[in-house]
């Protein structure tokens, strides 16, 4: 099982969830999840809603695959291989879409058709993103900066970057060698400890280098190194919000989902009341307005069975 994670049936319904966009987040999801597939070399051939779970990742949602077995690892990759696991998932997503939608349990803003329709064309653009050459000219070796940093705020991370100038040496060709997703987890998990999906972990490190400022204000000294902030953030910031939730309601969502969406809640009630508001005072609205009615998404496995004893035959 995956702690905190929901079968697409259960998502896509819309019963005791309030997802906005649900629709453009489970297709934007789905095509993560196969382009991460990809360049790890891995043949789905079985892409489908019911072989995915679904997990809420700081407003965004993270996709999980649940079945290989017709899967298969290559080097790399052909685009006829790409193609066929393309053509497989928009088939098979129209089809799942289509049943919940005839049983009645699809919510009233999702077109299935819609959906499997765009698969190909989101997965394009994001595999161009992550896998495409770009040439500039030998005076702007900056854009390779910048194109890594593009890269990171996706959430991949680079094993090494190509760049290939021609006989002259007036332009140059970059060749990013991407090499898996989750630059932001690994980061985060570095500094803190803390496991949270990409873009938890991405909206933490975030508050991270926000309570940093706050540091080097407050002290009127240098900013102090990102190791040191961390610890300091996850002592008097993440502990304490997250040692605040009734124990009745901490199991309902994910710990980092808990605190990203105190952080949203709290910029709500600055914009909502023309003035700061701190994590303690949005915490008590948060708790029985957001936390409260939502249904919990923590997975509670049966207690397993126990040793069976036959009697002794003979």
Not at 33 to 57: E, K, P, Q, T
Not at 284 to 300: F, G, H, K
């Amino acid at each position: 099982h995956l702690d905190y994670s929901l079968p697409y049936r259960t998502l896509l319904s819309g019963r005791g969830l309030s997802i906005p966009y649900l629709g453009e987040k489970v297709l934007d999801a789905l095509v993560g999840l196969l382009v991460r597939l990809h360049l790890a070399g891995f043949f789905w051939g079985d892409c489908s809603l019911s072989n995915v779970l679904f997990r809420r990742d700081a407003g965004e949602l993270s996709a999980y695959i649940i079945d290989v077995e017709t899967s298969e690892r290559y080097e790399k990759l052909t685009d006829g291989q790409r193609q066929l696991d393309l053509d497989i998932a928009s088939e098979n997503v129209a089809g799942g879409l289509l049943d919940l939608q005839i049983g009645g349990r699809l919510v009233e803003d999702i077109d299935p058709w819609e959906v499997a329709a765009n698969i190909e064309s989101r997965y394009r653009d994001l595999w161009n993103e992550v896998t495409r050459d770009e040439e500039f000219g030998a005076g702007e070796l900056w854009r390779a900066e910048e194109r890594l940093r593009r890269l990171h705020e996706m959430g991949f991370d680079v094993g090494e970057m190509e760049v290939f100038a021609d006989e002259e040496g007036r332009h140059v060709r970059l060749v990013p060698r991407v090499v898996e997703s989750g630059y932001h987890q690994e980061r985060l998990m570095a500094l803190t400890g803390l496991w949270a999906g990409e873009n938890q972990a991405r909206r933490l490190l975030a508050d991270i280098r926000s309570f940093g400022a706050e540091l080097q204000t407050g002290g009127g000294g240098a900013l102090p190194p990102e190791n040191i902030t961390a610890v300091r953030w996850l002592d008097q910031r993440f502990e304490p919000v997250i040692g605040a939730i009734p124990p009745a309601l901490l199991g309902k969502l994910q710990a980092a989902e808990i605190y990203h969406q105190l952080l949203e809640h709290r910029w709500f009630l600055c914009e909502r009341e023309g003035r700061d508001v701190g994590l303690e005072e949005a915490l008590q609205s948060y708790i029985p307005d957001i936390l409260a009615p939502v249904r919990s998404e923590q997975v509670r496995l049966p207690e397993p069975t126990g040793e069976l004893f036959l009697p002794e035959l003979g």
